[in-house]
């Protein structure tokens, strides 16, 4: 158990708890601001974000960046982070061992953070975090309470880029966020 967010990050950048750590060219700990009570947690770096060293910086960053500006949500404002902090290769989903071996840094964030409103952005995190039995398809767009917290479960950006059809619904998601983080959250600092 680390104490702060910045002790979690020193431990992953040398960590070497899955393979994951052999191709990284940089660990991907998280940004944003740990004190607003809401986290995006996304799946993992992609070549944009393995570069760089910070979360949704690539296409799909973008993609995400534009809905919160159409929503008023602001970036800077929220915490995103991913499952796993090393890039799988290929873009390939996180194998179930480096999720796990992954998991206890994002248990710590959370406990850190303490988010009243987590976002689940696709797939991997919505199974890896709520479970298995859990699909997006059919999850996303309803809140889910667990311990204290509200997850909202929606697809992730990079489905919207191969599916233009699908922005609908993750731009309703989130606006549905905004709403209740609009009456659970009284920090008129995530929007603009
Ligand atoms: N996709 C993710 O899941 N996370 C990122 O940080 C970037 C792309
Ligand atoms: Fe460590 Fe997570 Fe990177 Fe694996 S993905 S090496 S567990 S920081």
Same mark, same amino acid.
């Given at each position: 158990m680390f104490e702060?967010?910045? #002790?979690i990050n020193q431990v992953v950048k040398n960590c070497k708890k899955c393979k994951l750590c052999n191709t990284r060219k940089n660990t991907v700990f998280g940004t944003g601001n740990p004190n607003n009570g809401i986290m995006f947690i996304g799946e993992g770096p992609g070549a944009d974000e393995d570069s760089i060293g910070e979360p949704f910086v690539g296409k799909a960053g973008k993609l995400m960046n534009q809905a919160f500006l159409g929503l008023g949500i602001k970036? #800077? #404002?929220?915490? +995103?982070?991913n499952i796993v902090k090393c890039r799988p290769p290929n873009n390939r989903n996180p194998e179930k061992e480096e999720a &796990?071996?992954?998991m206890d840094y994002l248990r710590n964030q959370v406990i850190l953070? *303490? !988010? *009243? +409103?987590i976002v689940l952005l696709g797939n991997v995190a919505l199974k890896n975090i709520l479970g298995e039995e859990y699909g997006i398809t *059919?999850?996303?767009g309803k809140w889910i309470e667990k311990k204290g917290i $509200?997850?909202?479960p929606t &697809?992730? !950006?990079?489905? $919207? $880029?191969r599916n233009e059809n699908l922005k609908i619904d993750f731009w309703n998601d989130l606006k549905e966020v905004k709403a209740k983080a609009d009456i659970f959250l009284n920090s008129n600092d995530i929007y603009k």
């Open positions: 702060t967010l910045e #002790e970036r #800077e #404002e929220v915490y +995103i982070t &796990f071996a992954c953070i *303490k !988010p *009243k +409103i *059919k999850a996303r $509200l997850y909202m &697809f992730h !950006p990079a489905a $919207l $880029l």
